[in-house]
Structures are given as structure tokens and as C-alpha cells.
């Protein structure tokens, strides 16, 4: 089995995150993509963010449309901040036969080597880089492949390093947050960018007003 994994604050979920997730499920043929909501933000600590509990409701109904997409409490769970690196490990001692994907956008690949363990995260999963408009992608960090826009890859035994230039989604969550606050006209752009059903979730619990 192939298990892709995107972890990230969520806050809120967007249609960048699930067309990301969606291309590289289909470059590299993945049964399953797990998006992983941090429980706190290890990279993102100068502001407040949204309750684990509703990120983690908003990411569960952002991908419910998607048969292969899963919500993972994974990280949530833990009730503390968690490191990719040790959920990568409890990941794959939880599904020892899987091959892994870890997604992540150009912007996060350019502070890799401020994660914890980062040369060992090299080793415990492939890495699909994503291209993310505005950040470039670092070619420094480690040998790569290029994938273009409908190649199906082969996932190697090894573990590598993966580039998808192709995926162009000019969104951010926190541009999403800063629209809803500003309310209308800017919230109803906002509004095209994220999925219904979180939509309906933000705008009950009045998360971004
Ligand atoms: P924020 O604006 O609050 O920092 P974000 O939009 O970056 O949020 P995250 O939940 O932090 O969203 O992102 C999770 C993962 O998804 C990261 O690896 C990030 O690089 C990637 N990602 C987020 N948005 C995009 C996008 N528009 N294109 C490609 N990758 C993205």
C-alpha cells in the first residue's frame, strides 16, 4: 500500500491543499492520502491559531467528498506538539508494509533543515515537493526528480526526493482567514477557495470574524 501524508496547520483547509494532495496521489498512484492536522504549530508559533478540535472537524469535512483522502487524529491525539519525525515512525509501525509519501509545499522544503531529525526524514519517507507561487524550489537540500504534469512514477525502494512544478494554487490559509475578517466583498473570494462544508463549519462557529 501507498500512504501519502500532508500534514500542515489547516486553519482553515483549502482547495490548494486538496489539489496538492490530489496531484501527487495520482503521480505516484497512492491508495491513500492522510492530511494531518498539528496539534500546535511547530513552525507557526507567533500566532494564535484556531482549536486542534475545530481544524482537525474542518479537515475531516474538506476531504470527506474524496474516497482516498483520511482525516488524521494522529497528531491531535497527541494533545502536545508533535514532530514530523515521530509521526512519521508511528506511521510506519503502524502500517509496516506501506510505502510513504510526505507532501509538503516549496515554502516549508526551504526551512527543512530547521526540522527536528531533518537528514532521518530523508530516510523514513519519499518527499513529494510541491510548488507553492512565490517560493522556489530549493535544489541545494538533496538529489531530486522532476515529475511533469501527468507522469505516473514508480516509487523506488529507497526513499527520494520529488519535484512537482506543475502544481500552481495561489492561496494561503492565512489569506483565507484575513478575507473572512475583512467580510464582504473579500470573504465571498474566500469563499471560492474553500470547500462547502467548511464554509458552513467557519461561518457557524464564527471562526474567522
Ligand atoms: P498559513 O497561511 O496559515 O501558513 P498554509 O496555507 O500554508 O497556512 P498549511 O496548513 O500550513 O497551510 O500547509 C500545509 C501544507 O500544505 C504545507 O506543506 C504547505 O506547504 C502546503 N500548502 C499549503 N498551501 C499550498 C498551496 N497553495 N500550494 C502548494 N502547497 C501548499
Known amino acids: 500500500m501507498r500512504i501519502a501524508i500532508l500534514g500542515g496547520t489547516f486553519d482553515p483547509i483549502h482547495n490548494g ?8 496521489a495520482s503521480a505516484f498512484c497512492i491508495d491513500e492520502v492522510h492530511f494531518v492536522p498539528a ?6 508559533q507567533s500566532r494564535e491559531s484556531t482549536s486542534a478540535f475545530h481544524r482537525f472537524a474542518m479537515v475531516a469535512l474538506g476531504v470527506s467528498p474524496f474516497e482516498a ?12 506538539k508533535r514532530y514530523t519525525v515521530d509521526t512519521l515512525d508511528t ?6 508494509d506501506a510505502q510513504f509519501v510526505f507532501i509538503m509545499g516549496t ?27 512565490g517560493f522556489e524550489f530549493r535544489s541545494d537540500l538533496a538529489p531530486h526528480r522532476v515529475v511533469q504534469d501527468g507522469e505516473m512514477v514508480a516509487l523506488p525502494e529507497k526513499p527520494a526526493v520529488f519535484y512537482l512544478p506543475f502544481v500552481e494554487q495561489p492561496v494561503s490559509s492565512t489569506s483565507l482567514r484575513d478575507a473572512c475578517r475583512k467580510g464582504e ?10 470547500p462547502p462544508a467548511v464554509w458552513n463549519h467557519i461561518e457557524r462557529n464564527k471562526l474567522y470574524s
Open 185 to 194: 466583498p473579500f470573504s465571498a473570494n474566500a469563499q471560492q477557495w474553500i
Open 69 to 80: 483522502f483520511r482525516a488524521s487524529a494522529i497528531e491531535v491525539d497527541a494533545l502536545e
Open 39 to 44: 496539534y500546535s504549530a511547530p513552525h507557526k
Open 107 to 133: 515554502d516549508m522544503y526551504q526551512d527543512f533543515e530547521t526540522w527536528k531529525d531533518y537528514r532521518r526524514l530523508f530516510t523514513l519517507a519519499h518527499l513529494a515537493i510541491v510548488h507553492r507561487p
Open 17 to 24: 491543499h486538496l489539489a496538492a494532495a490530489r496531484s501527487v
Open 91 to 96: 506511521m510506519r509501525s503502524t502500517y509496516p
